[in-house]
């Protein structure tokens, strides 16, 4: 029978030293750089500020696809009956899962009319929705967007 070499199955006082000092260097190493790289999307989430030009165009958007949504949203009440009609996402796909398929049919209709109407005004989707979401947190910008949309309701054609 052959016999084991005890120093490969029990590690000696004087390896195991270096084994945990490397470990908990590395351990280290992977604390610091999974904090930078929070600390990297934290910093690139930051809000990049509407100016004036942006915050007409995100407001004629608005406008232009408000009375689209109060159509889609009449006509898919109308197929769900008494039901509650549901919140829709146009970029979540699951939020229309629960609509019969005609209902289903308006809403991704409304949301491709609503993604052109966004386009025309200058936007990508993308920035388009990044300041719908600073709206819901910036009540000055809030503010701007309601005042903006008043003077526009009031006179169209106004810059």
Same mark, same amino acid.
């Given at each position: ?18 084994? !945990? #000092? ?16 929070? +600390?990297? *999307? /934290? ?51 699951? !939020? #229309? ?16 009319? +609503?993604? *052109? /109407? ?42």
């Amino acid at each position: 029978m052959k016999r084991f070499d005890t120093h490969l199955c029990r590690p000696s006082l004087t390896g195991i030293f270096p084994q !945990s #000092l490397f470990l908990g260097a590395c351990a280290t190493v992977g604390l610091f750089i999974s904090t930078l790289t929070f +600390s990297l *999307k /934290i910093g690139a989430q930051t809000p990049t500020p509407v100016d004036n030009t942006e915050l007409l165009s995100y407001s004629r958007a608005l406008l232009k696809m408000e009375p689209a949504r109060q159509q889609a949203f009449e006509e898919i009440k109308k197929i769900i009956g008494n039901r509650e009609v549901p919140q829709i996402v146009c970029n979540d796909s699951n !939020s #229309l899962n629960g609509l019969p398929d005609k209902a289903k049919d308006i809403a991704v209709n409304y949301c491709h009319h +609503s993604q *052109k /109407i966004v386009e025309e005004n200058g936007f990508t989707i993308d920035r388009f929705n990044k300041i719908t979401v600073e709206v819901q947190n910036n009540n000055t910008l809030k503010r701007q967007i309601y005042n903006t949309l008043l003077r526009l309701q009031k006179n169209p054609n106004s810059p």
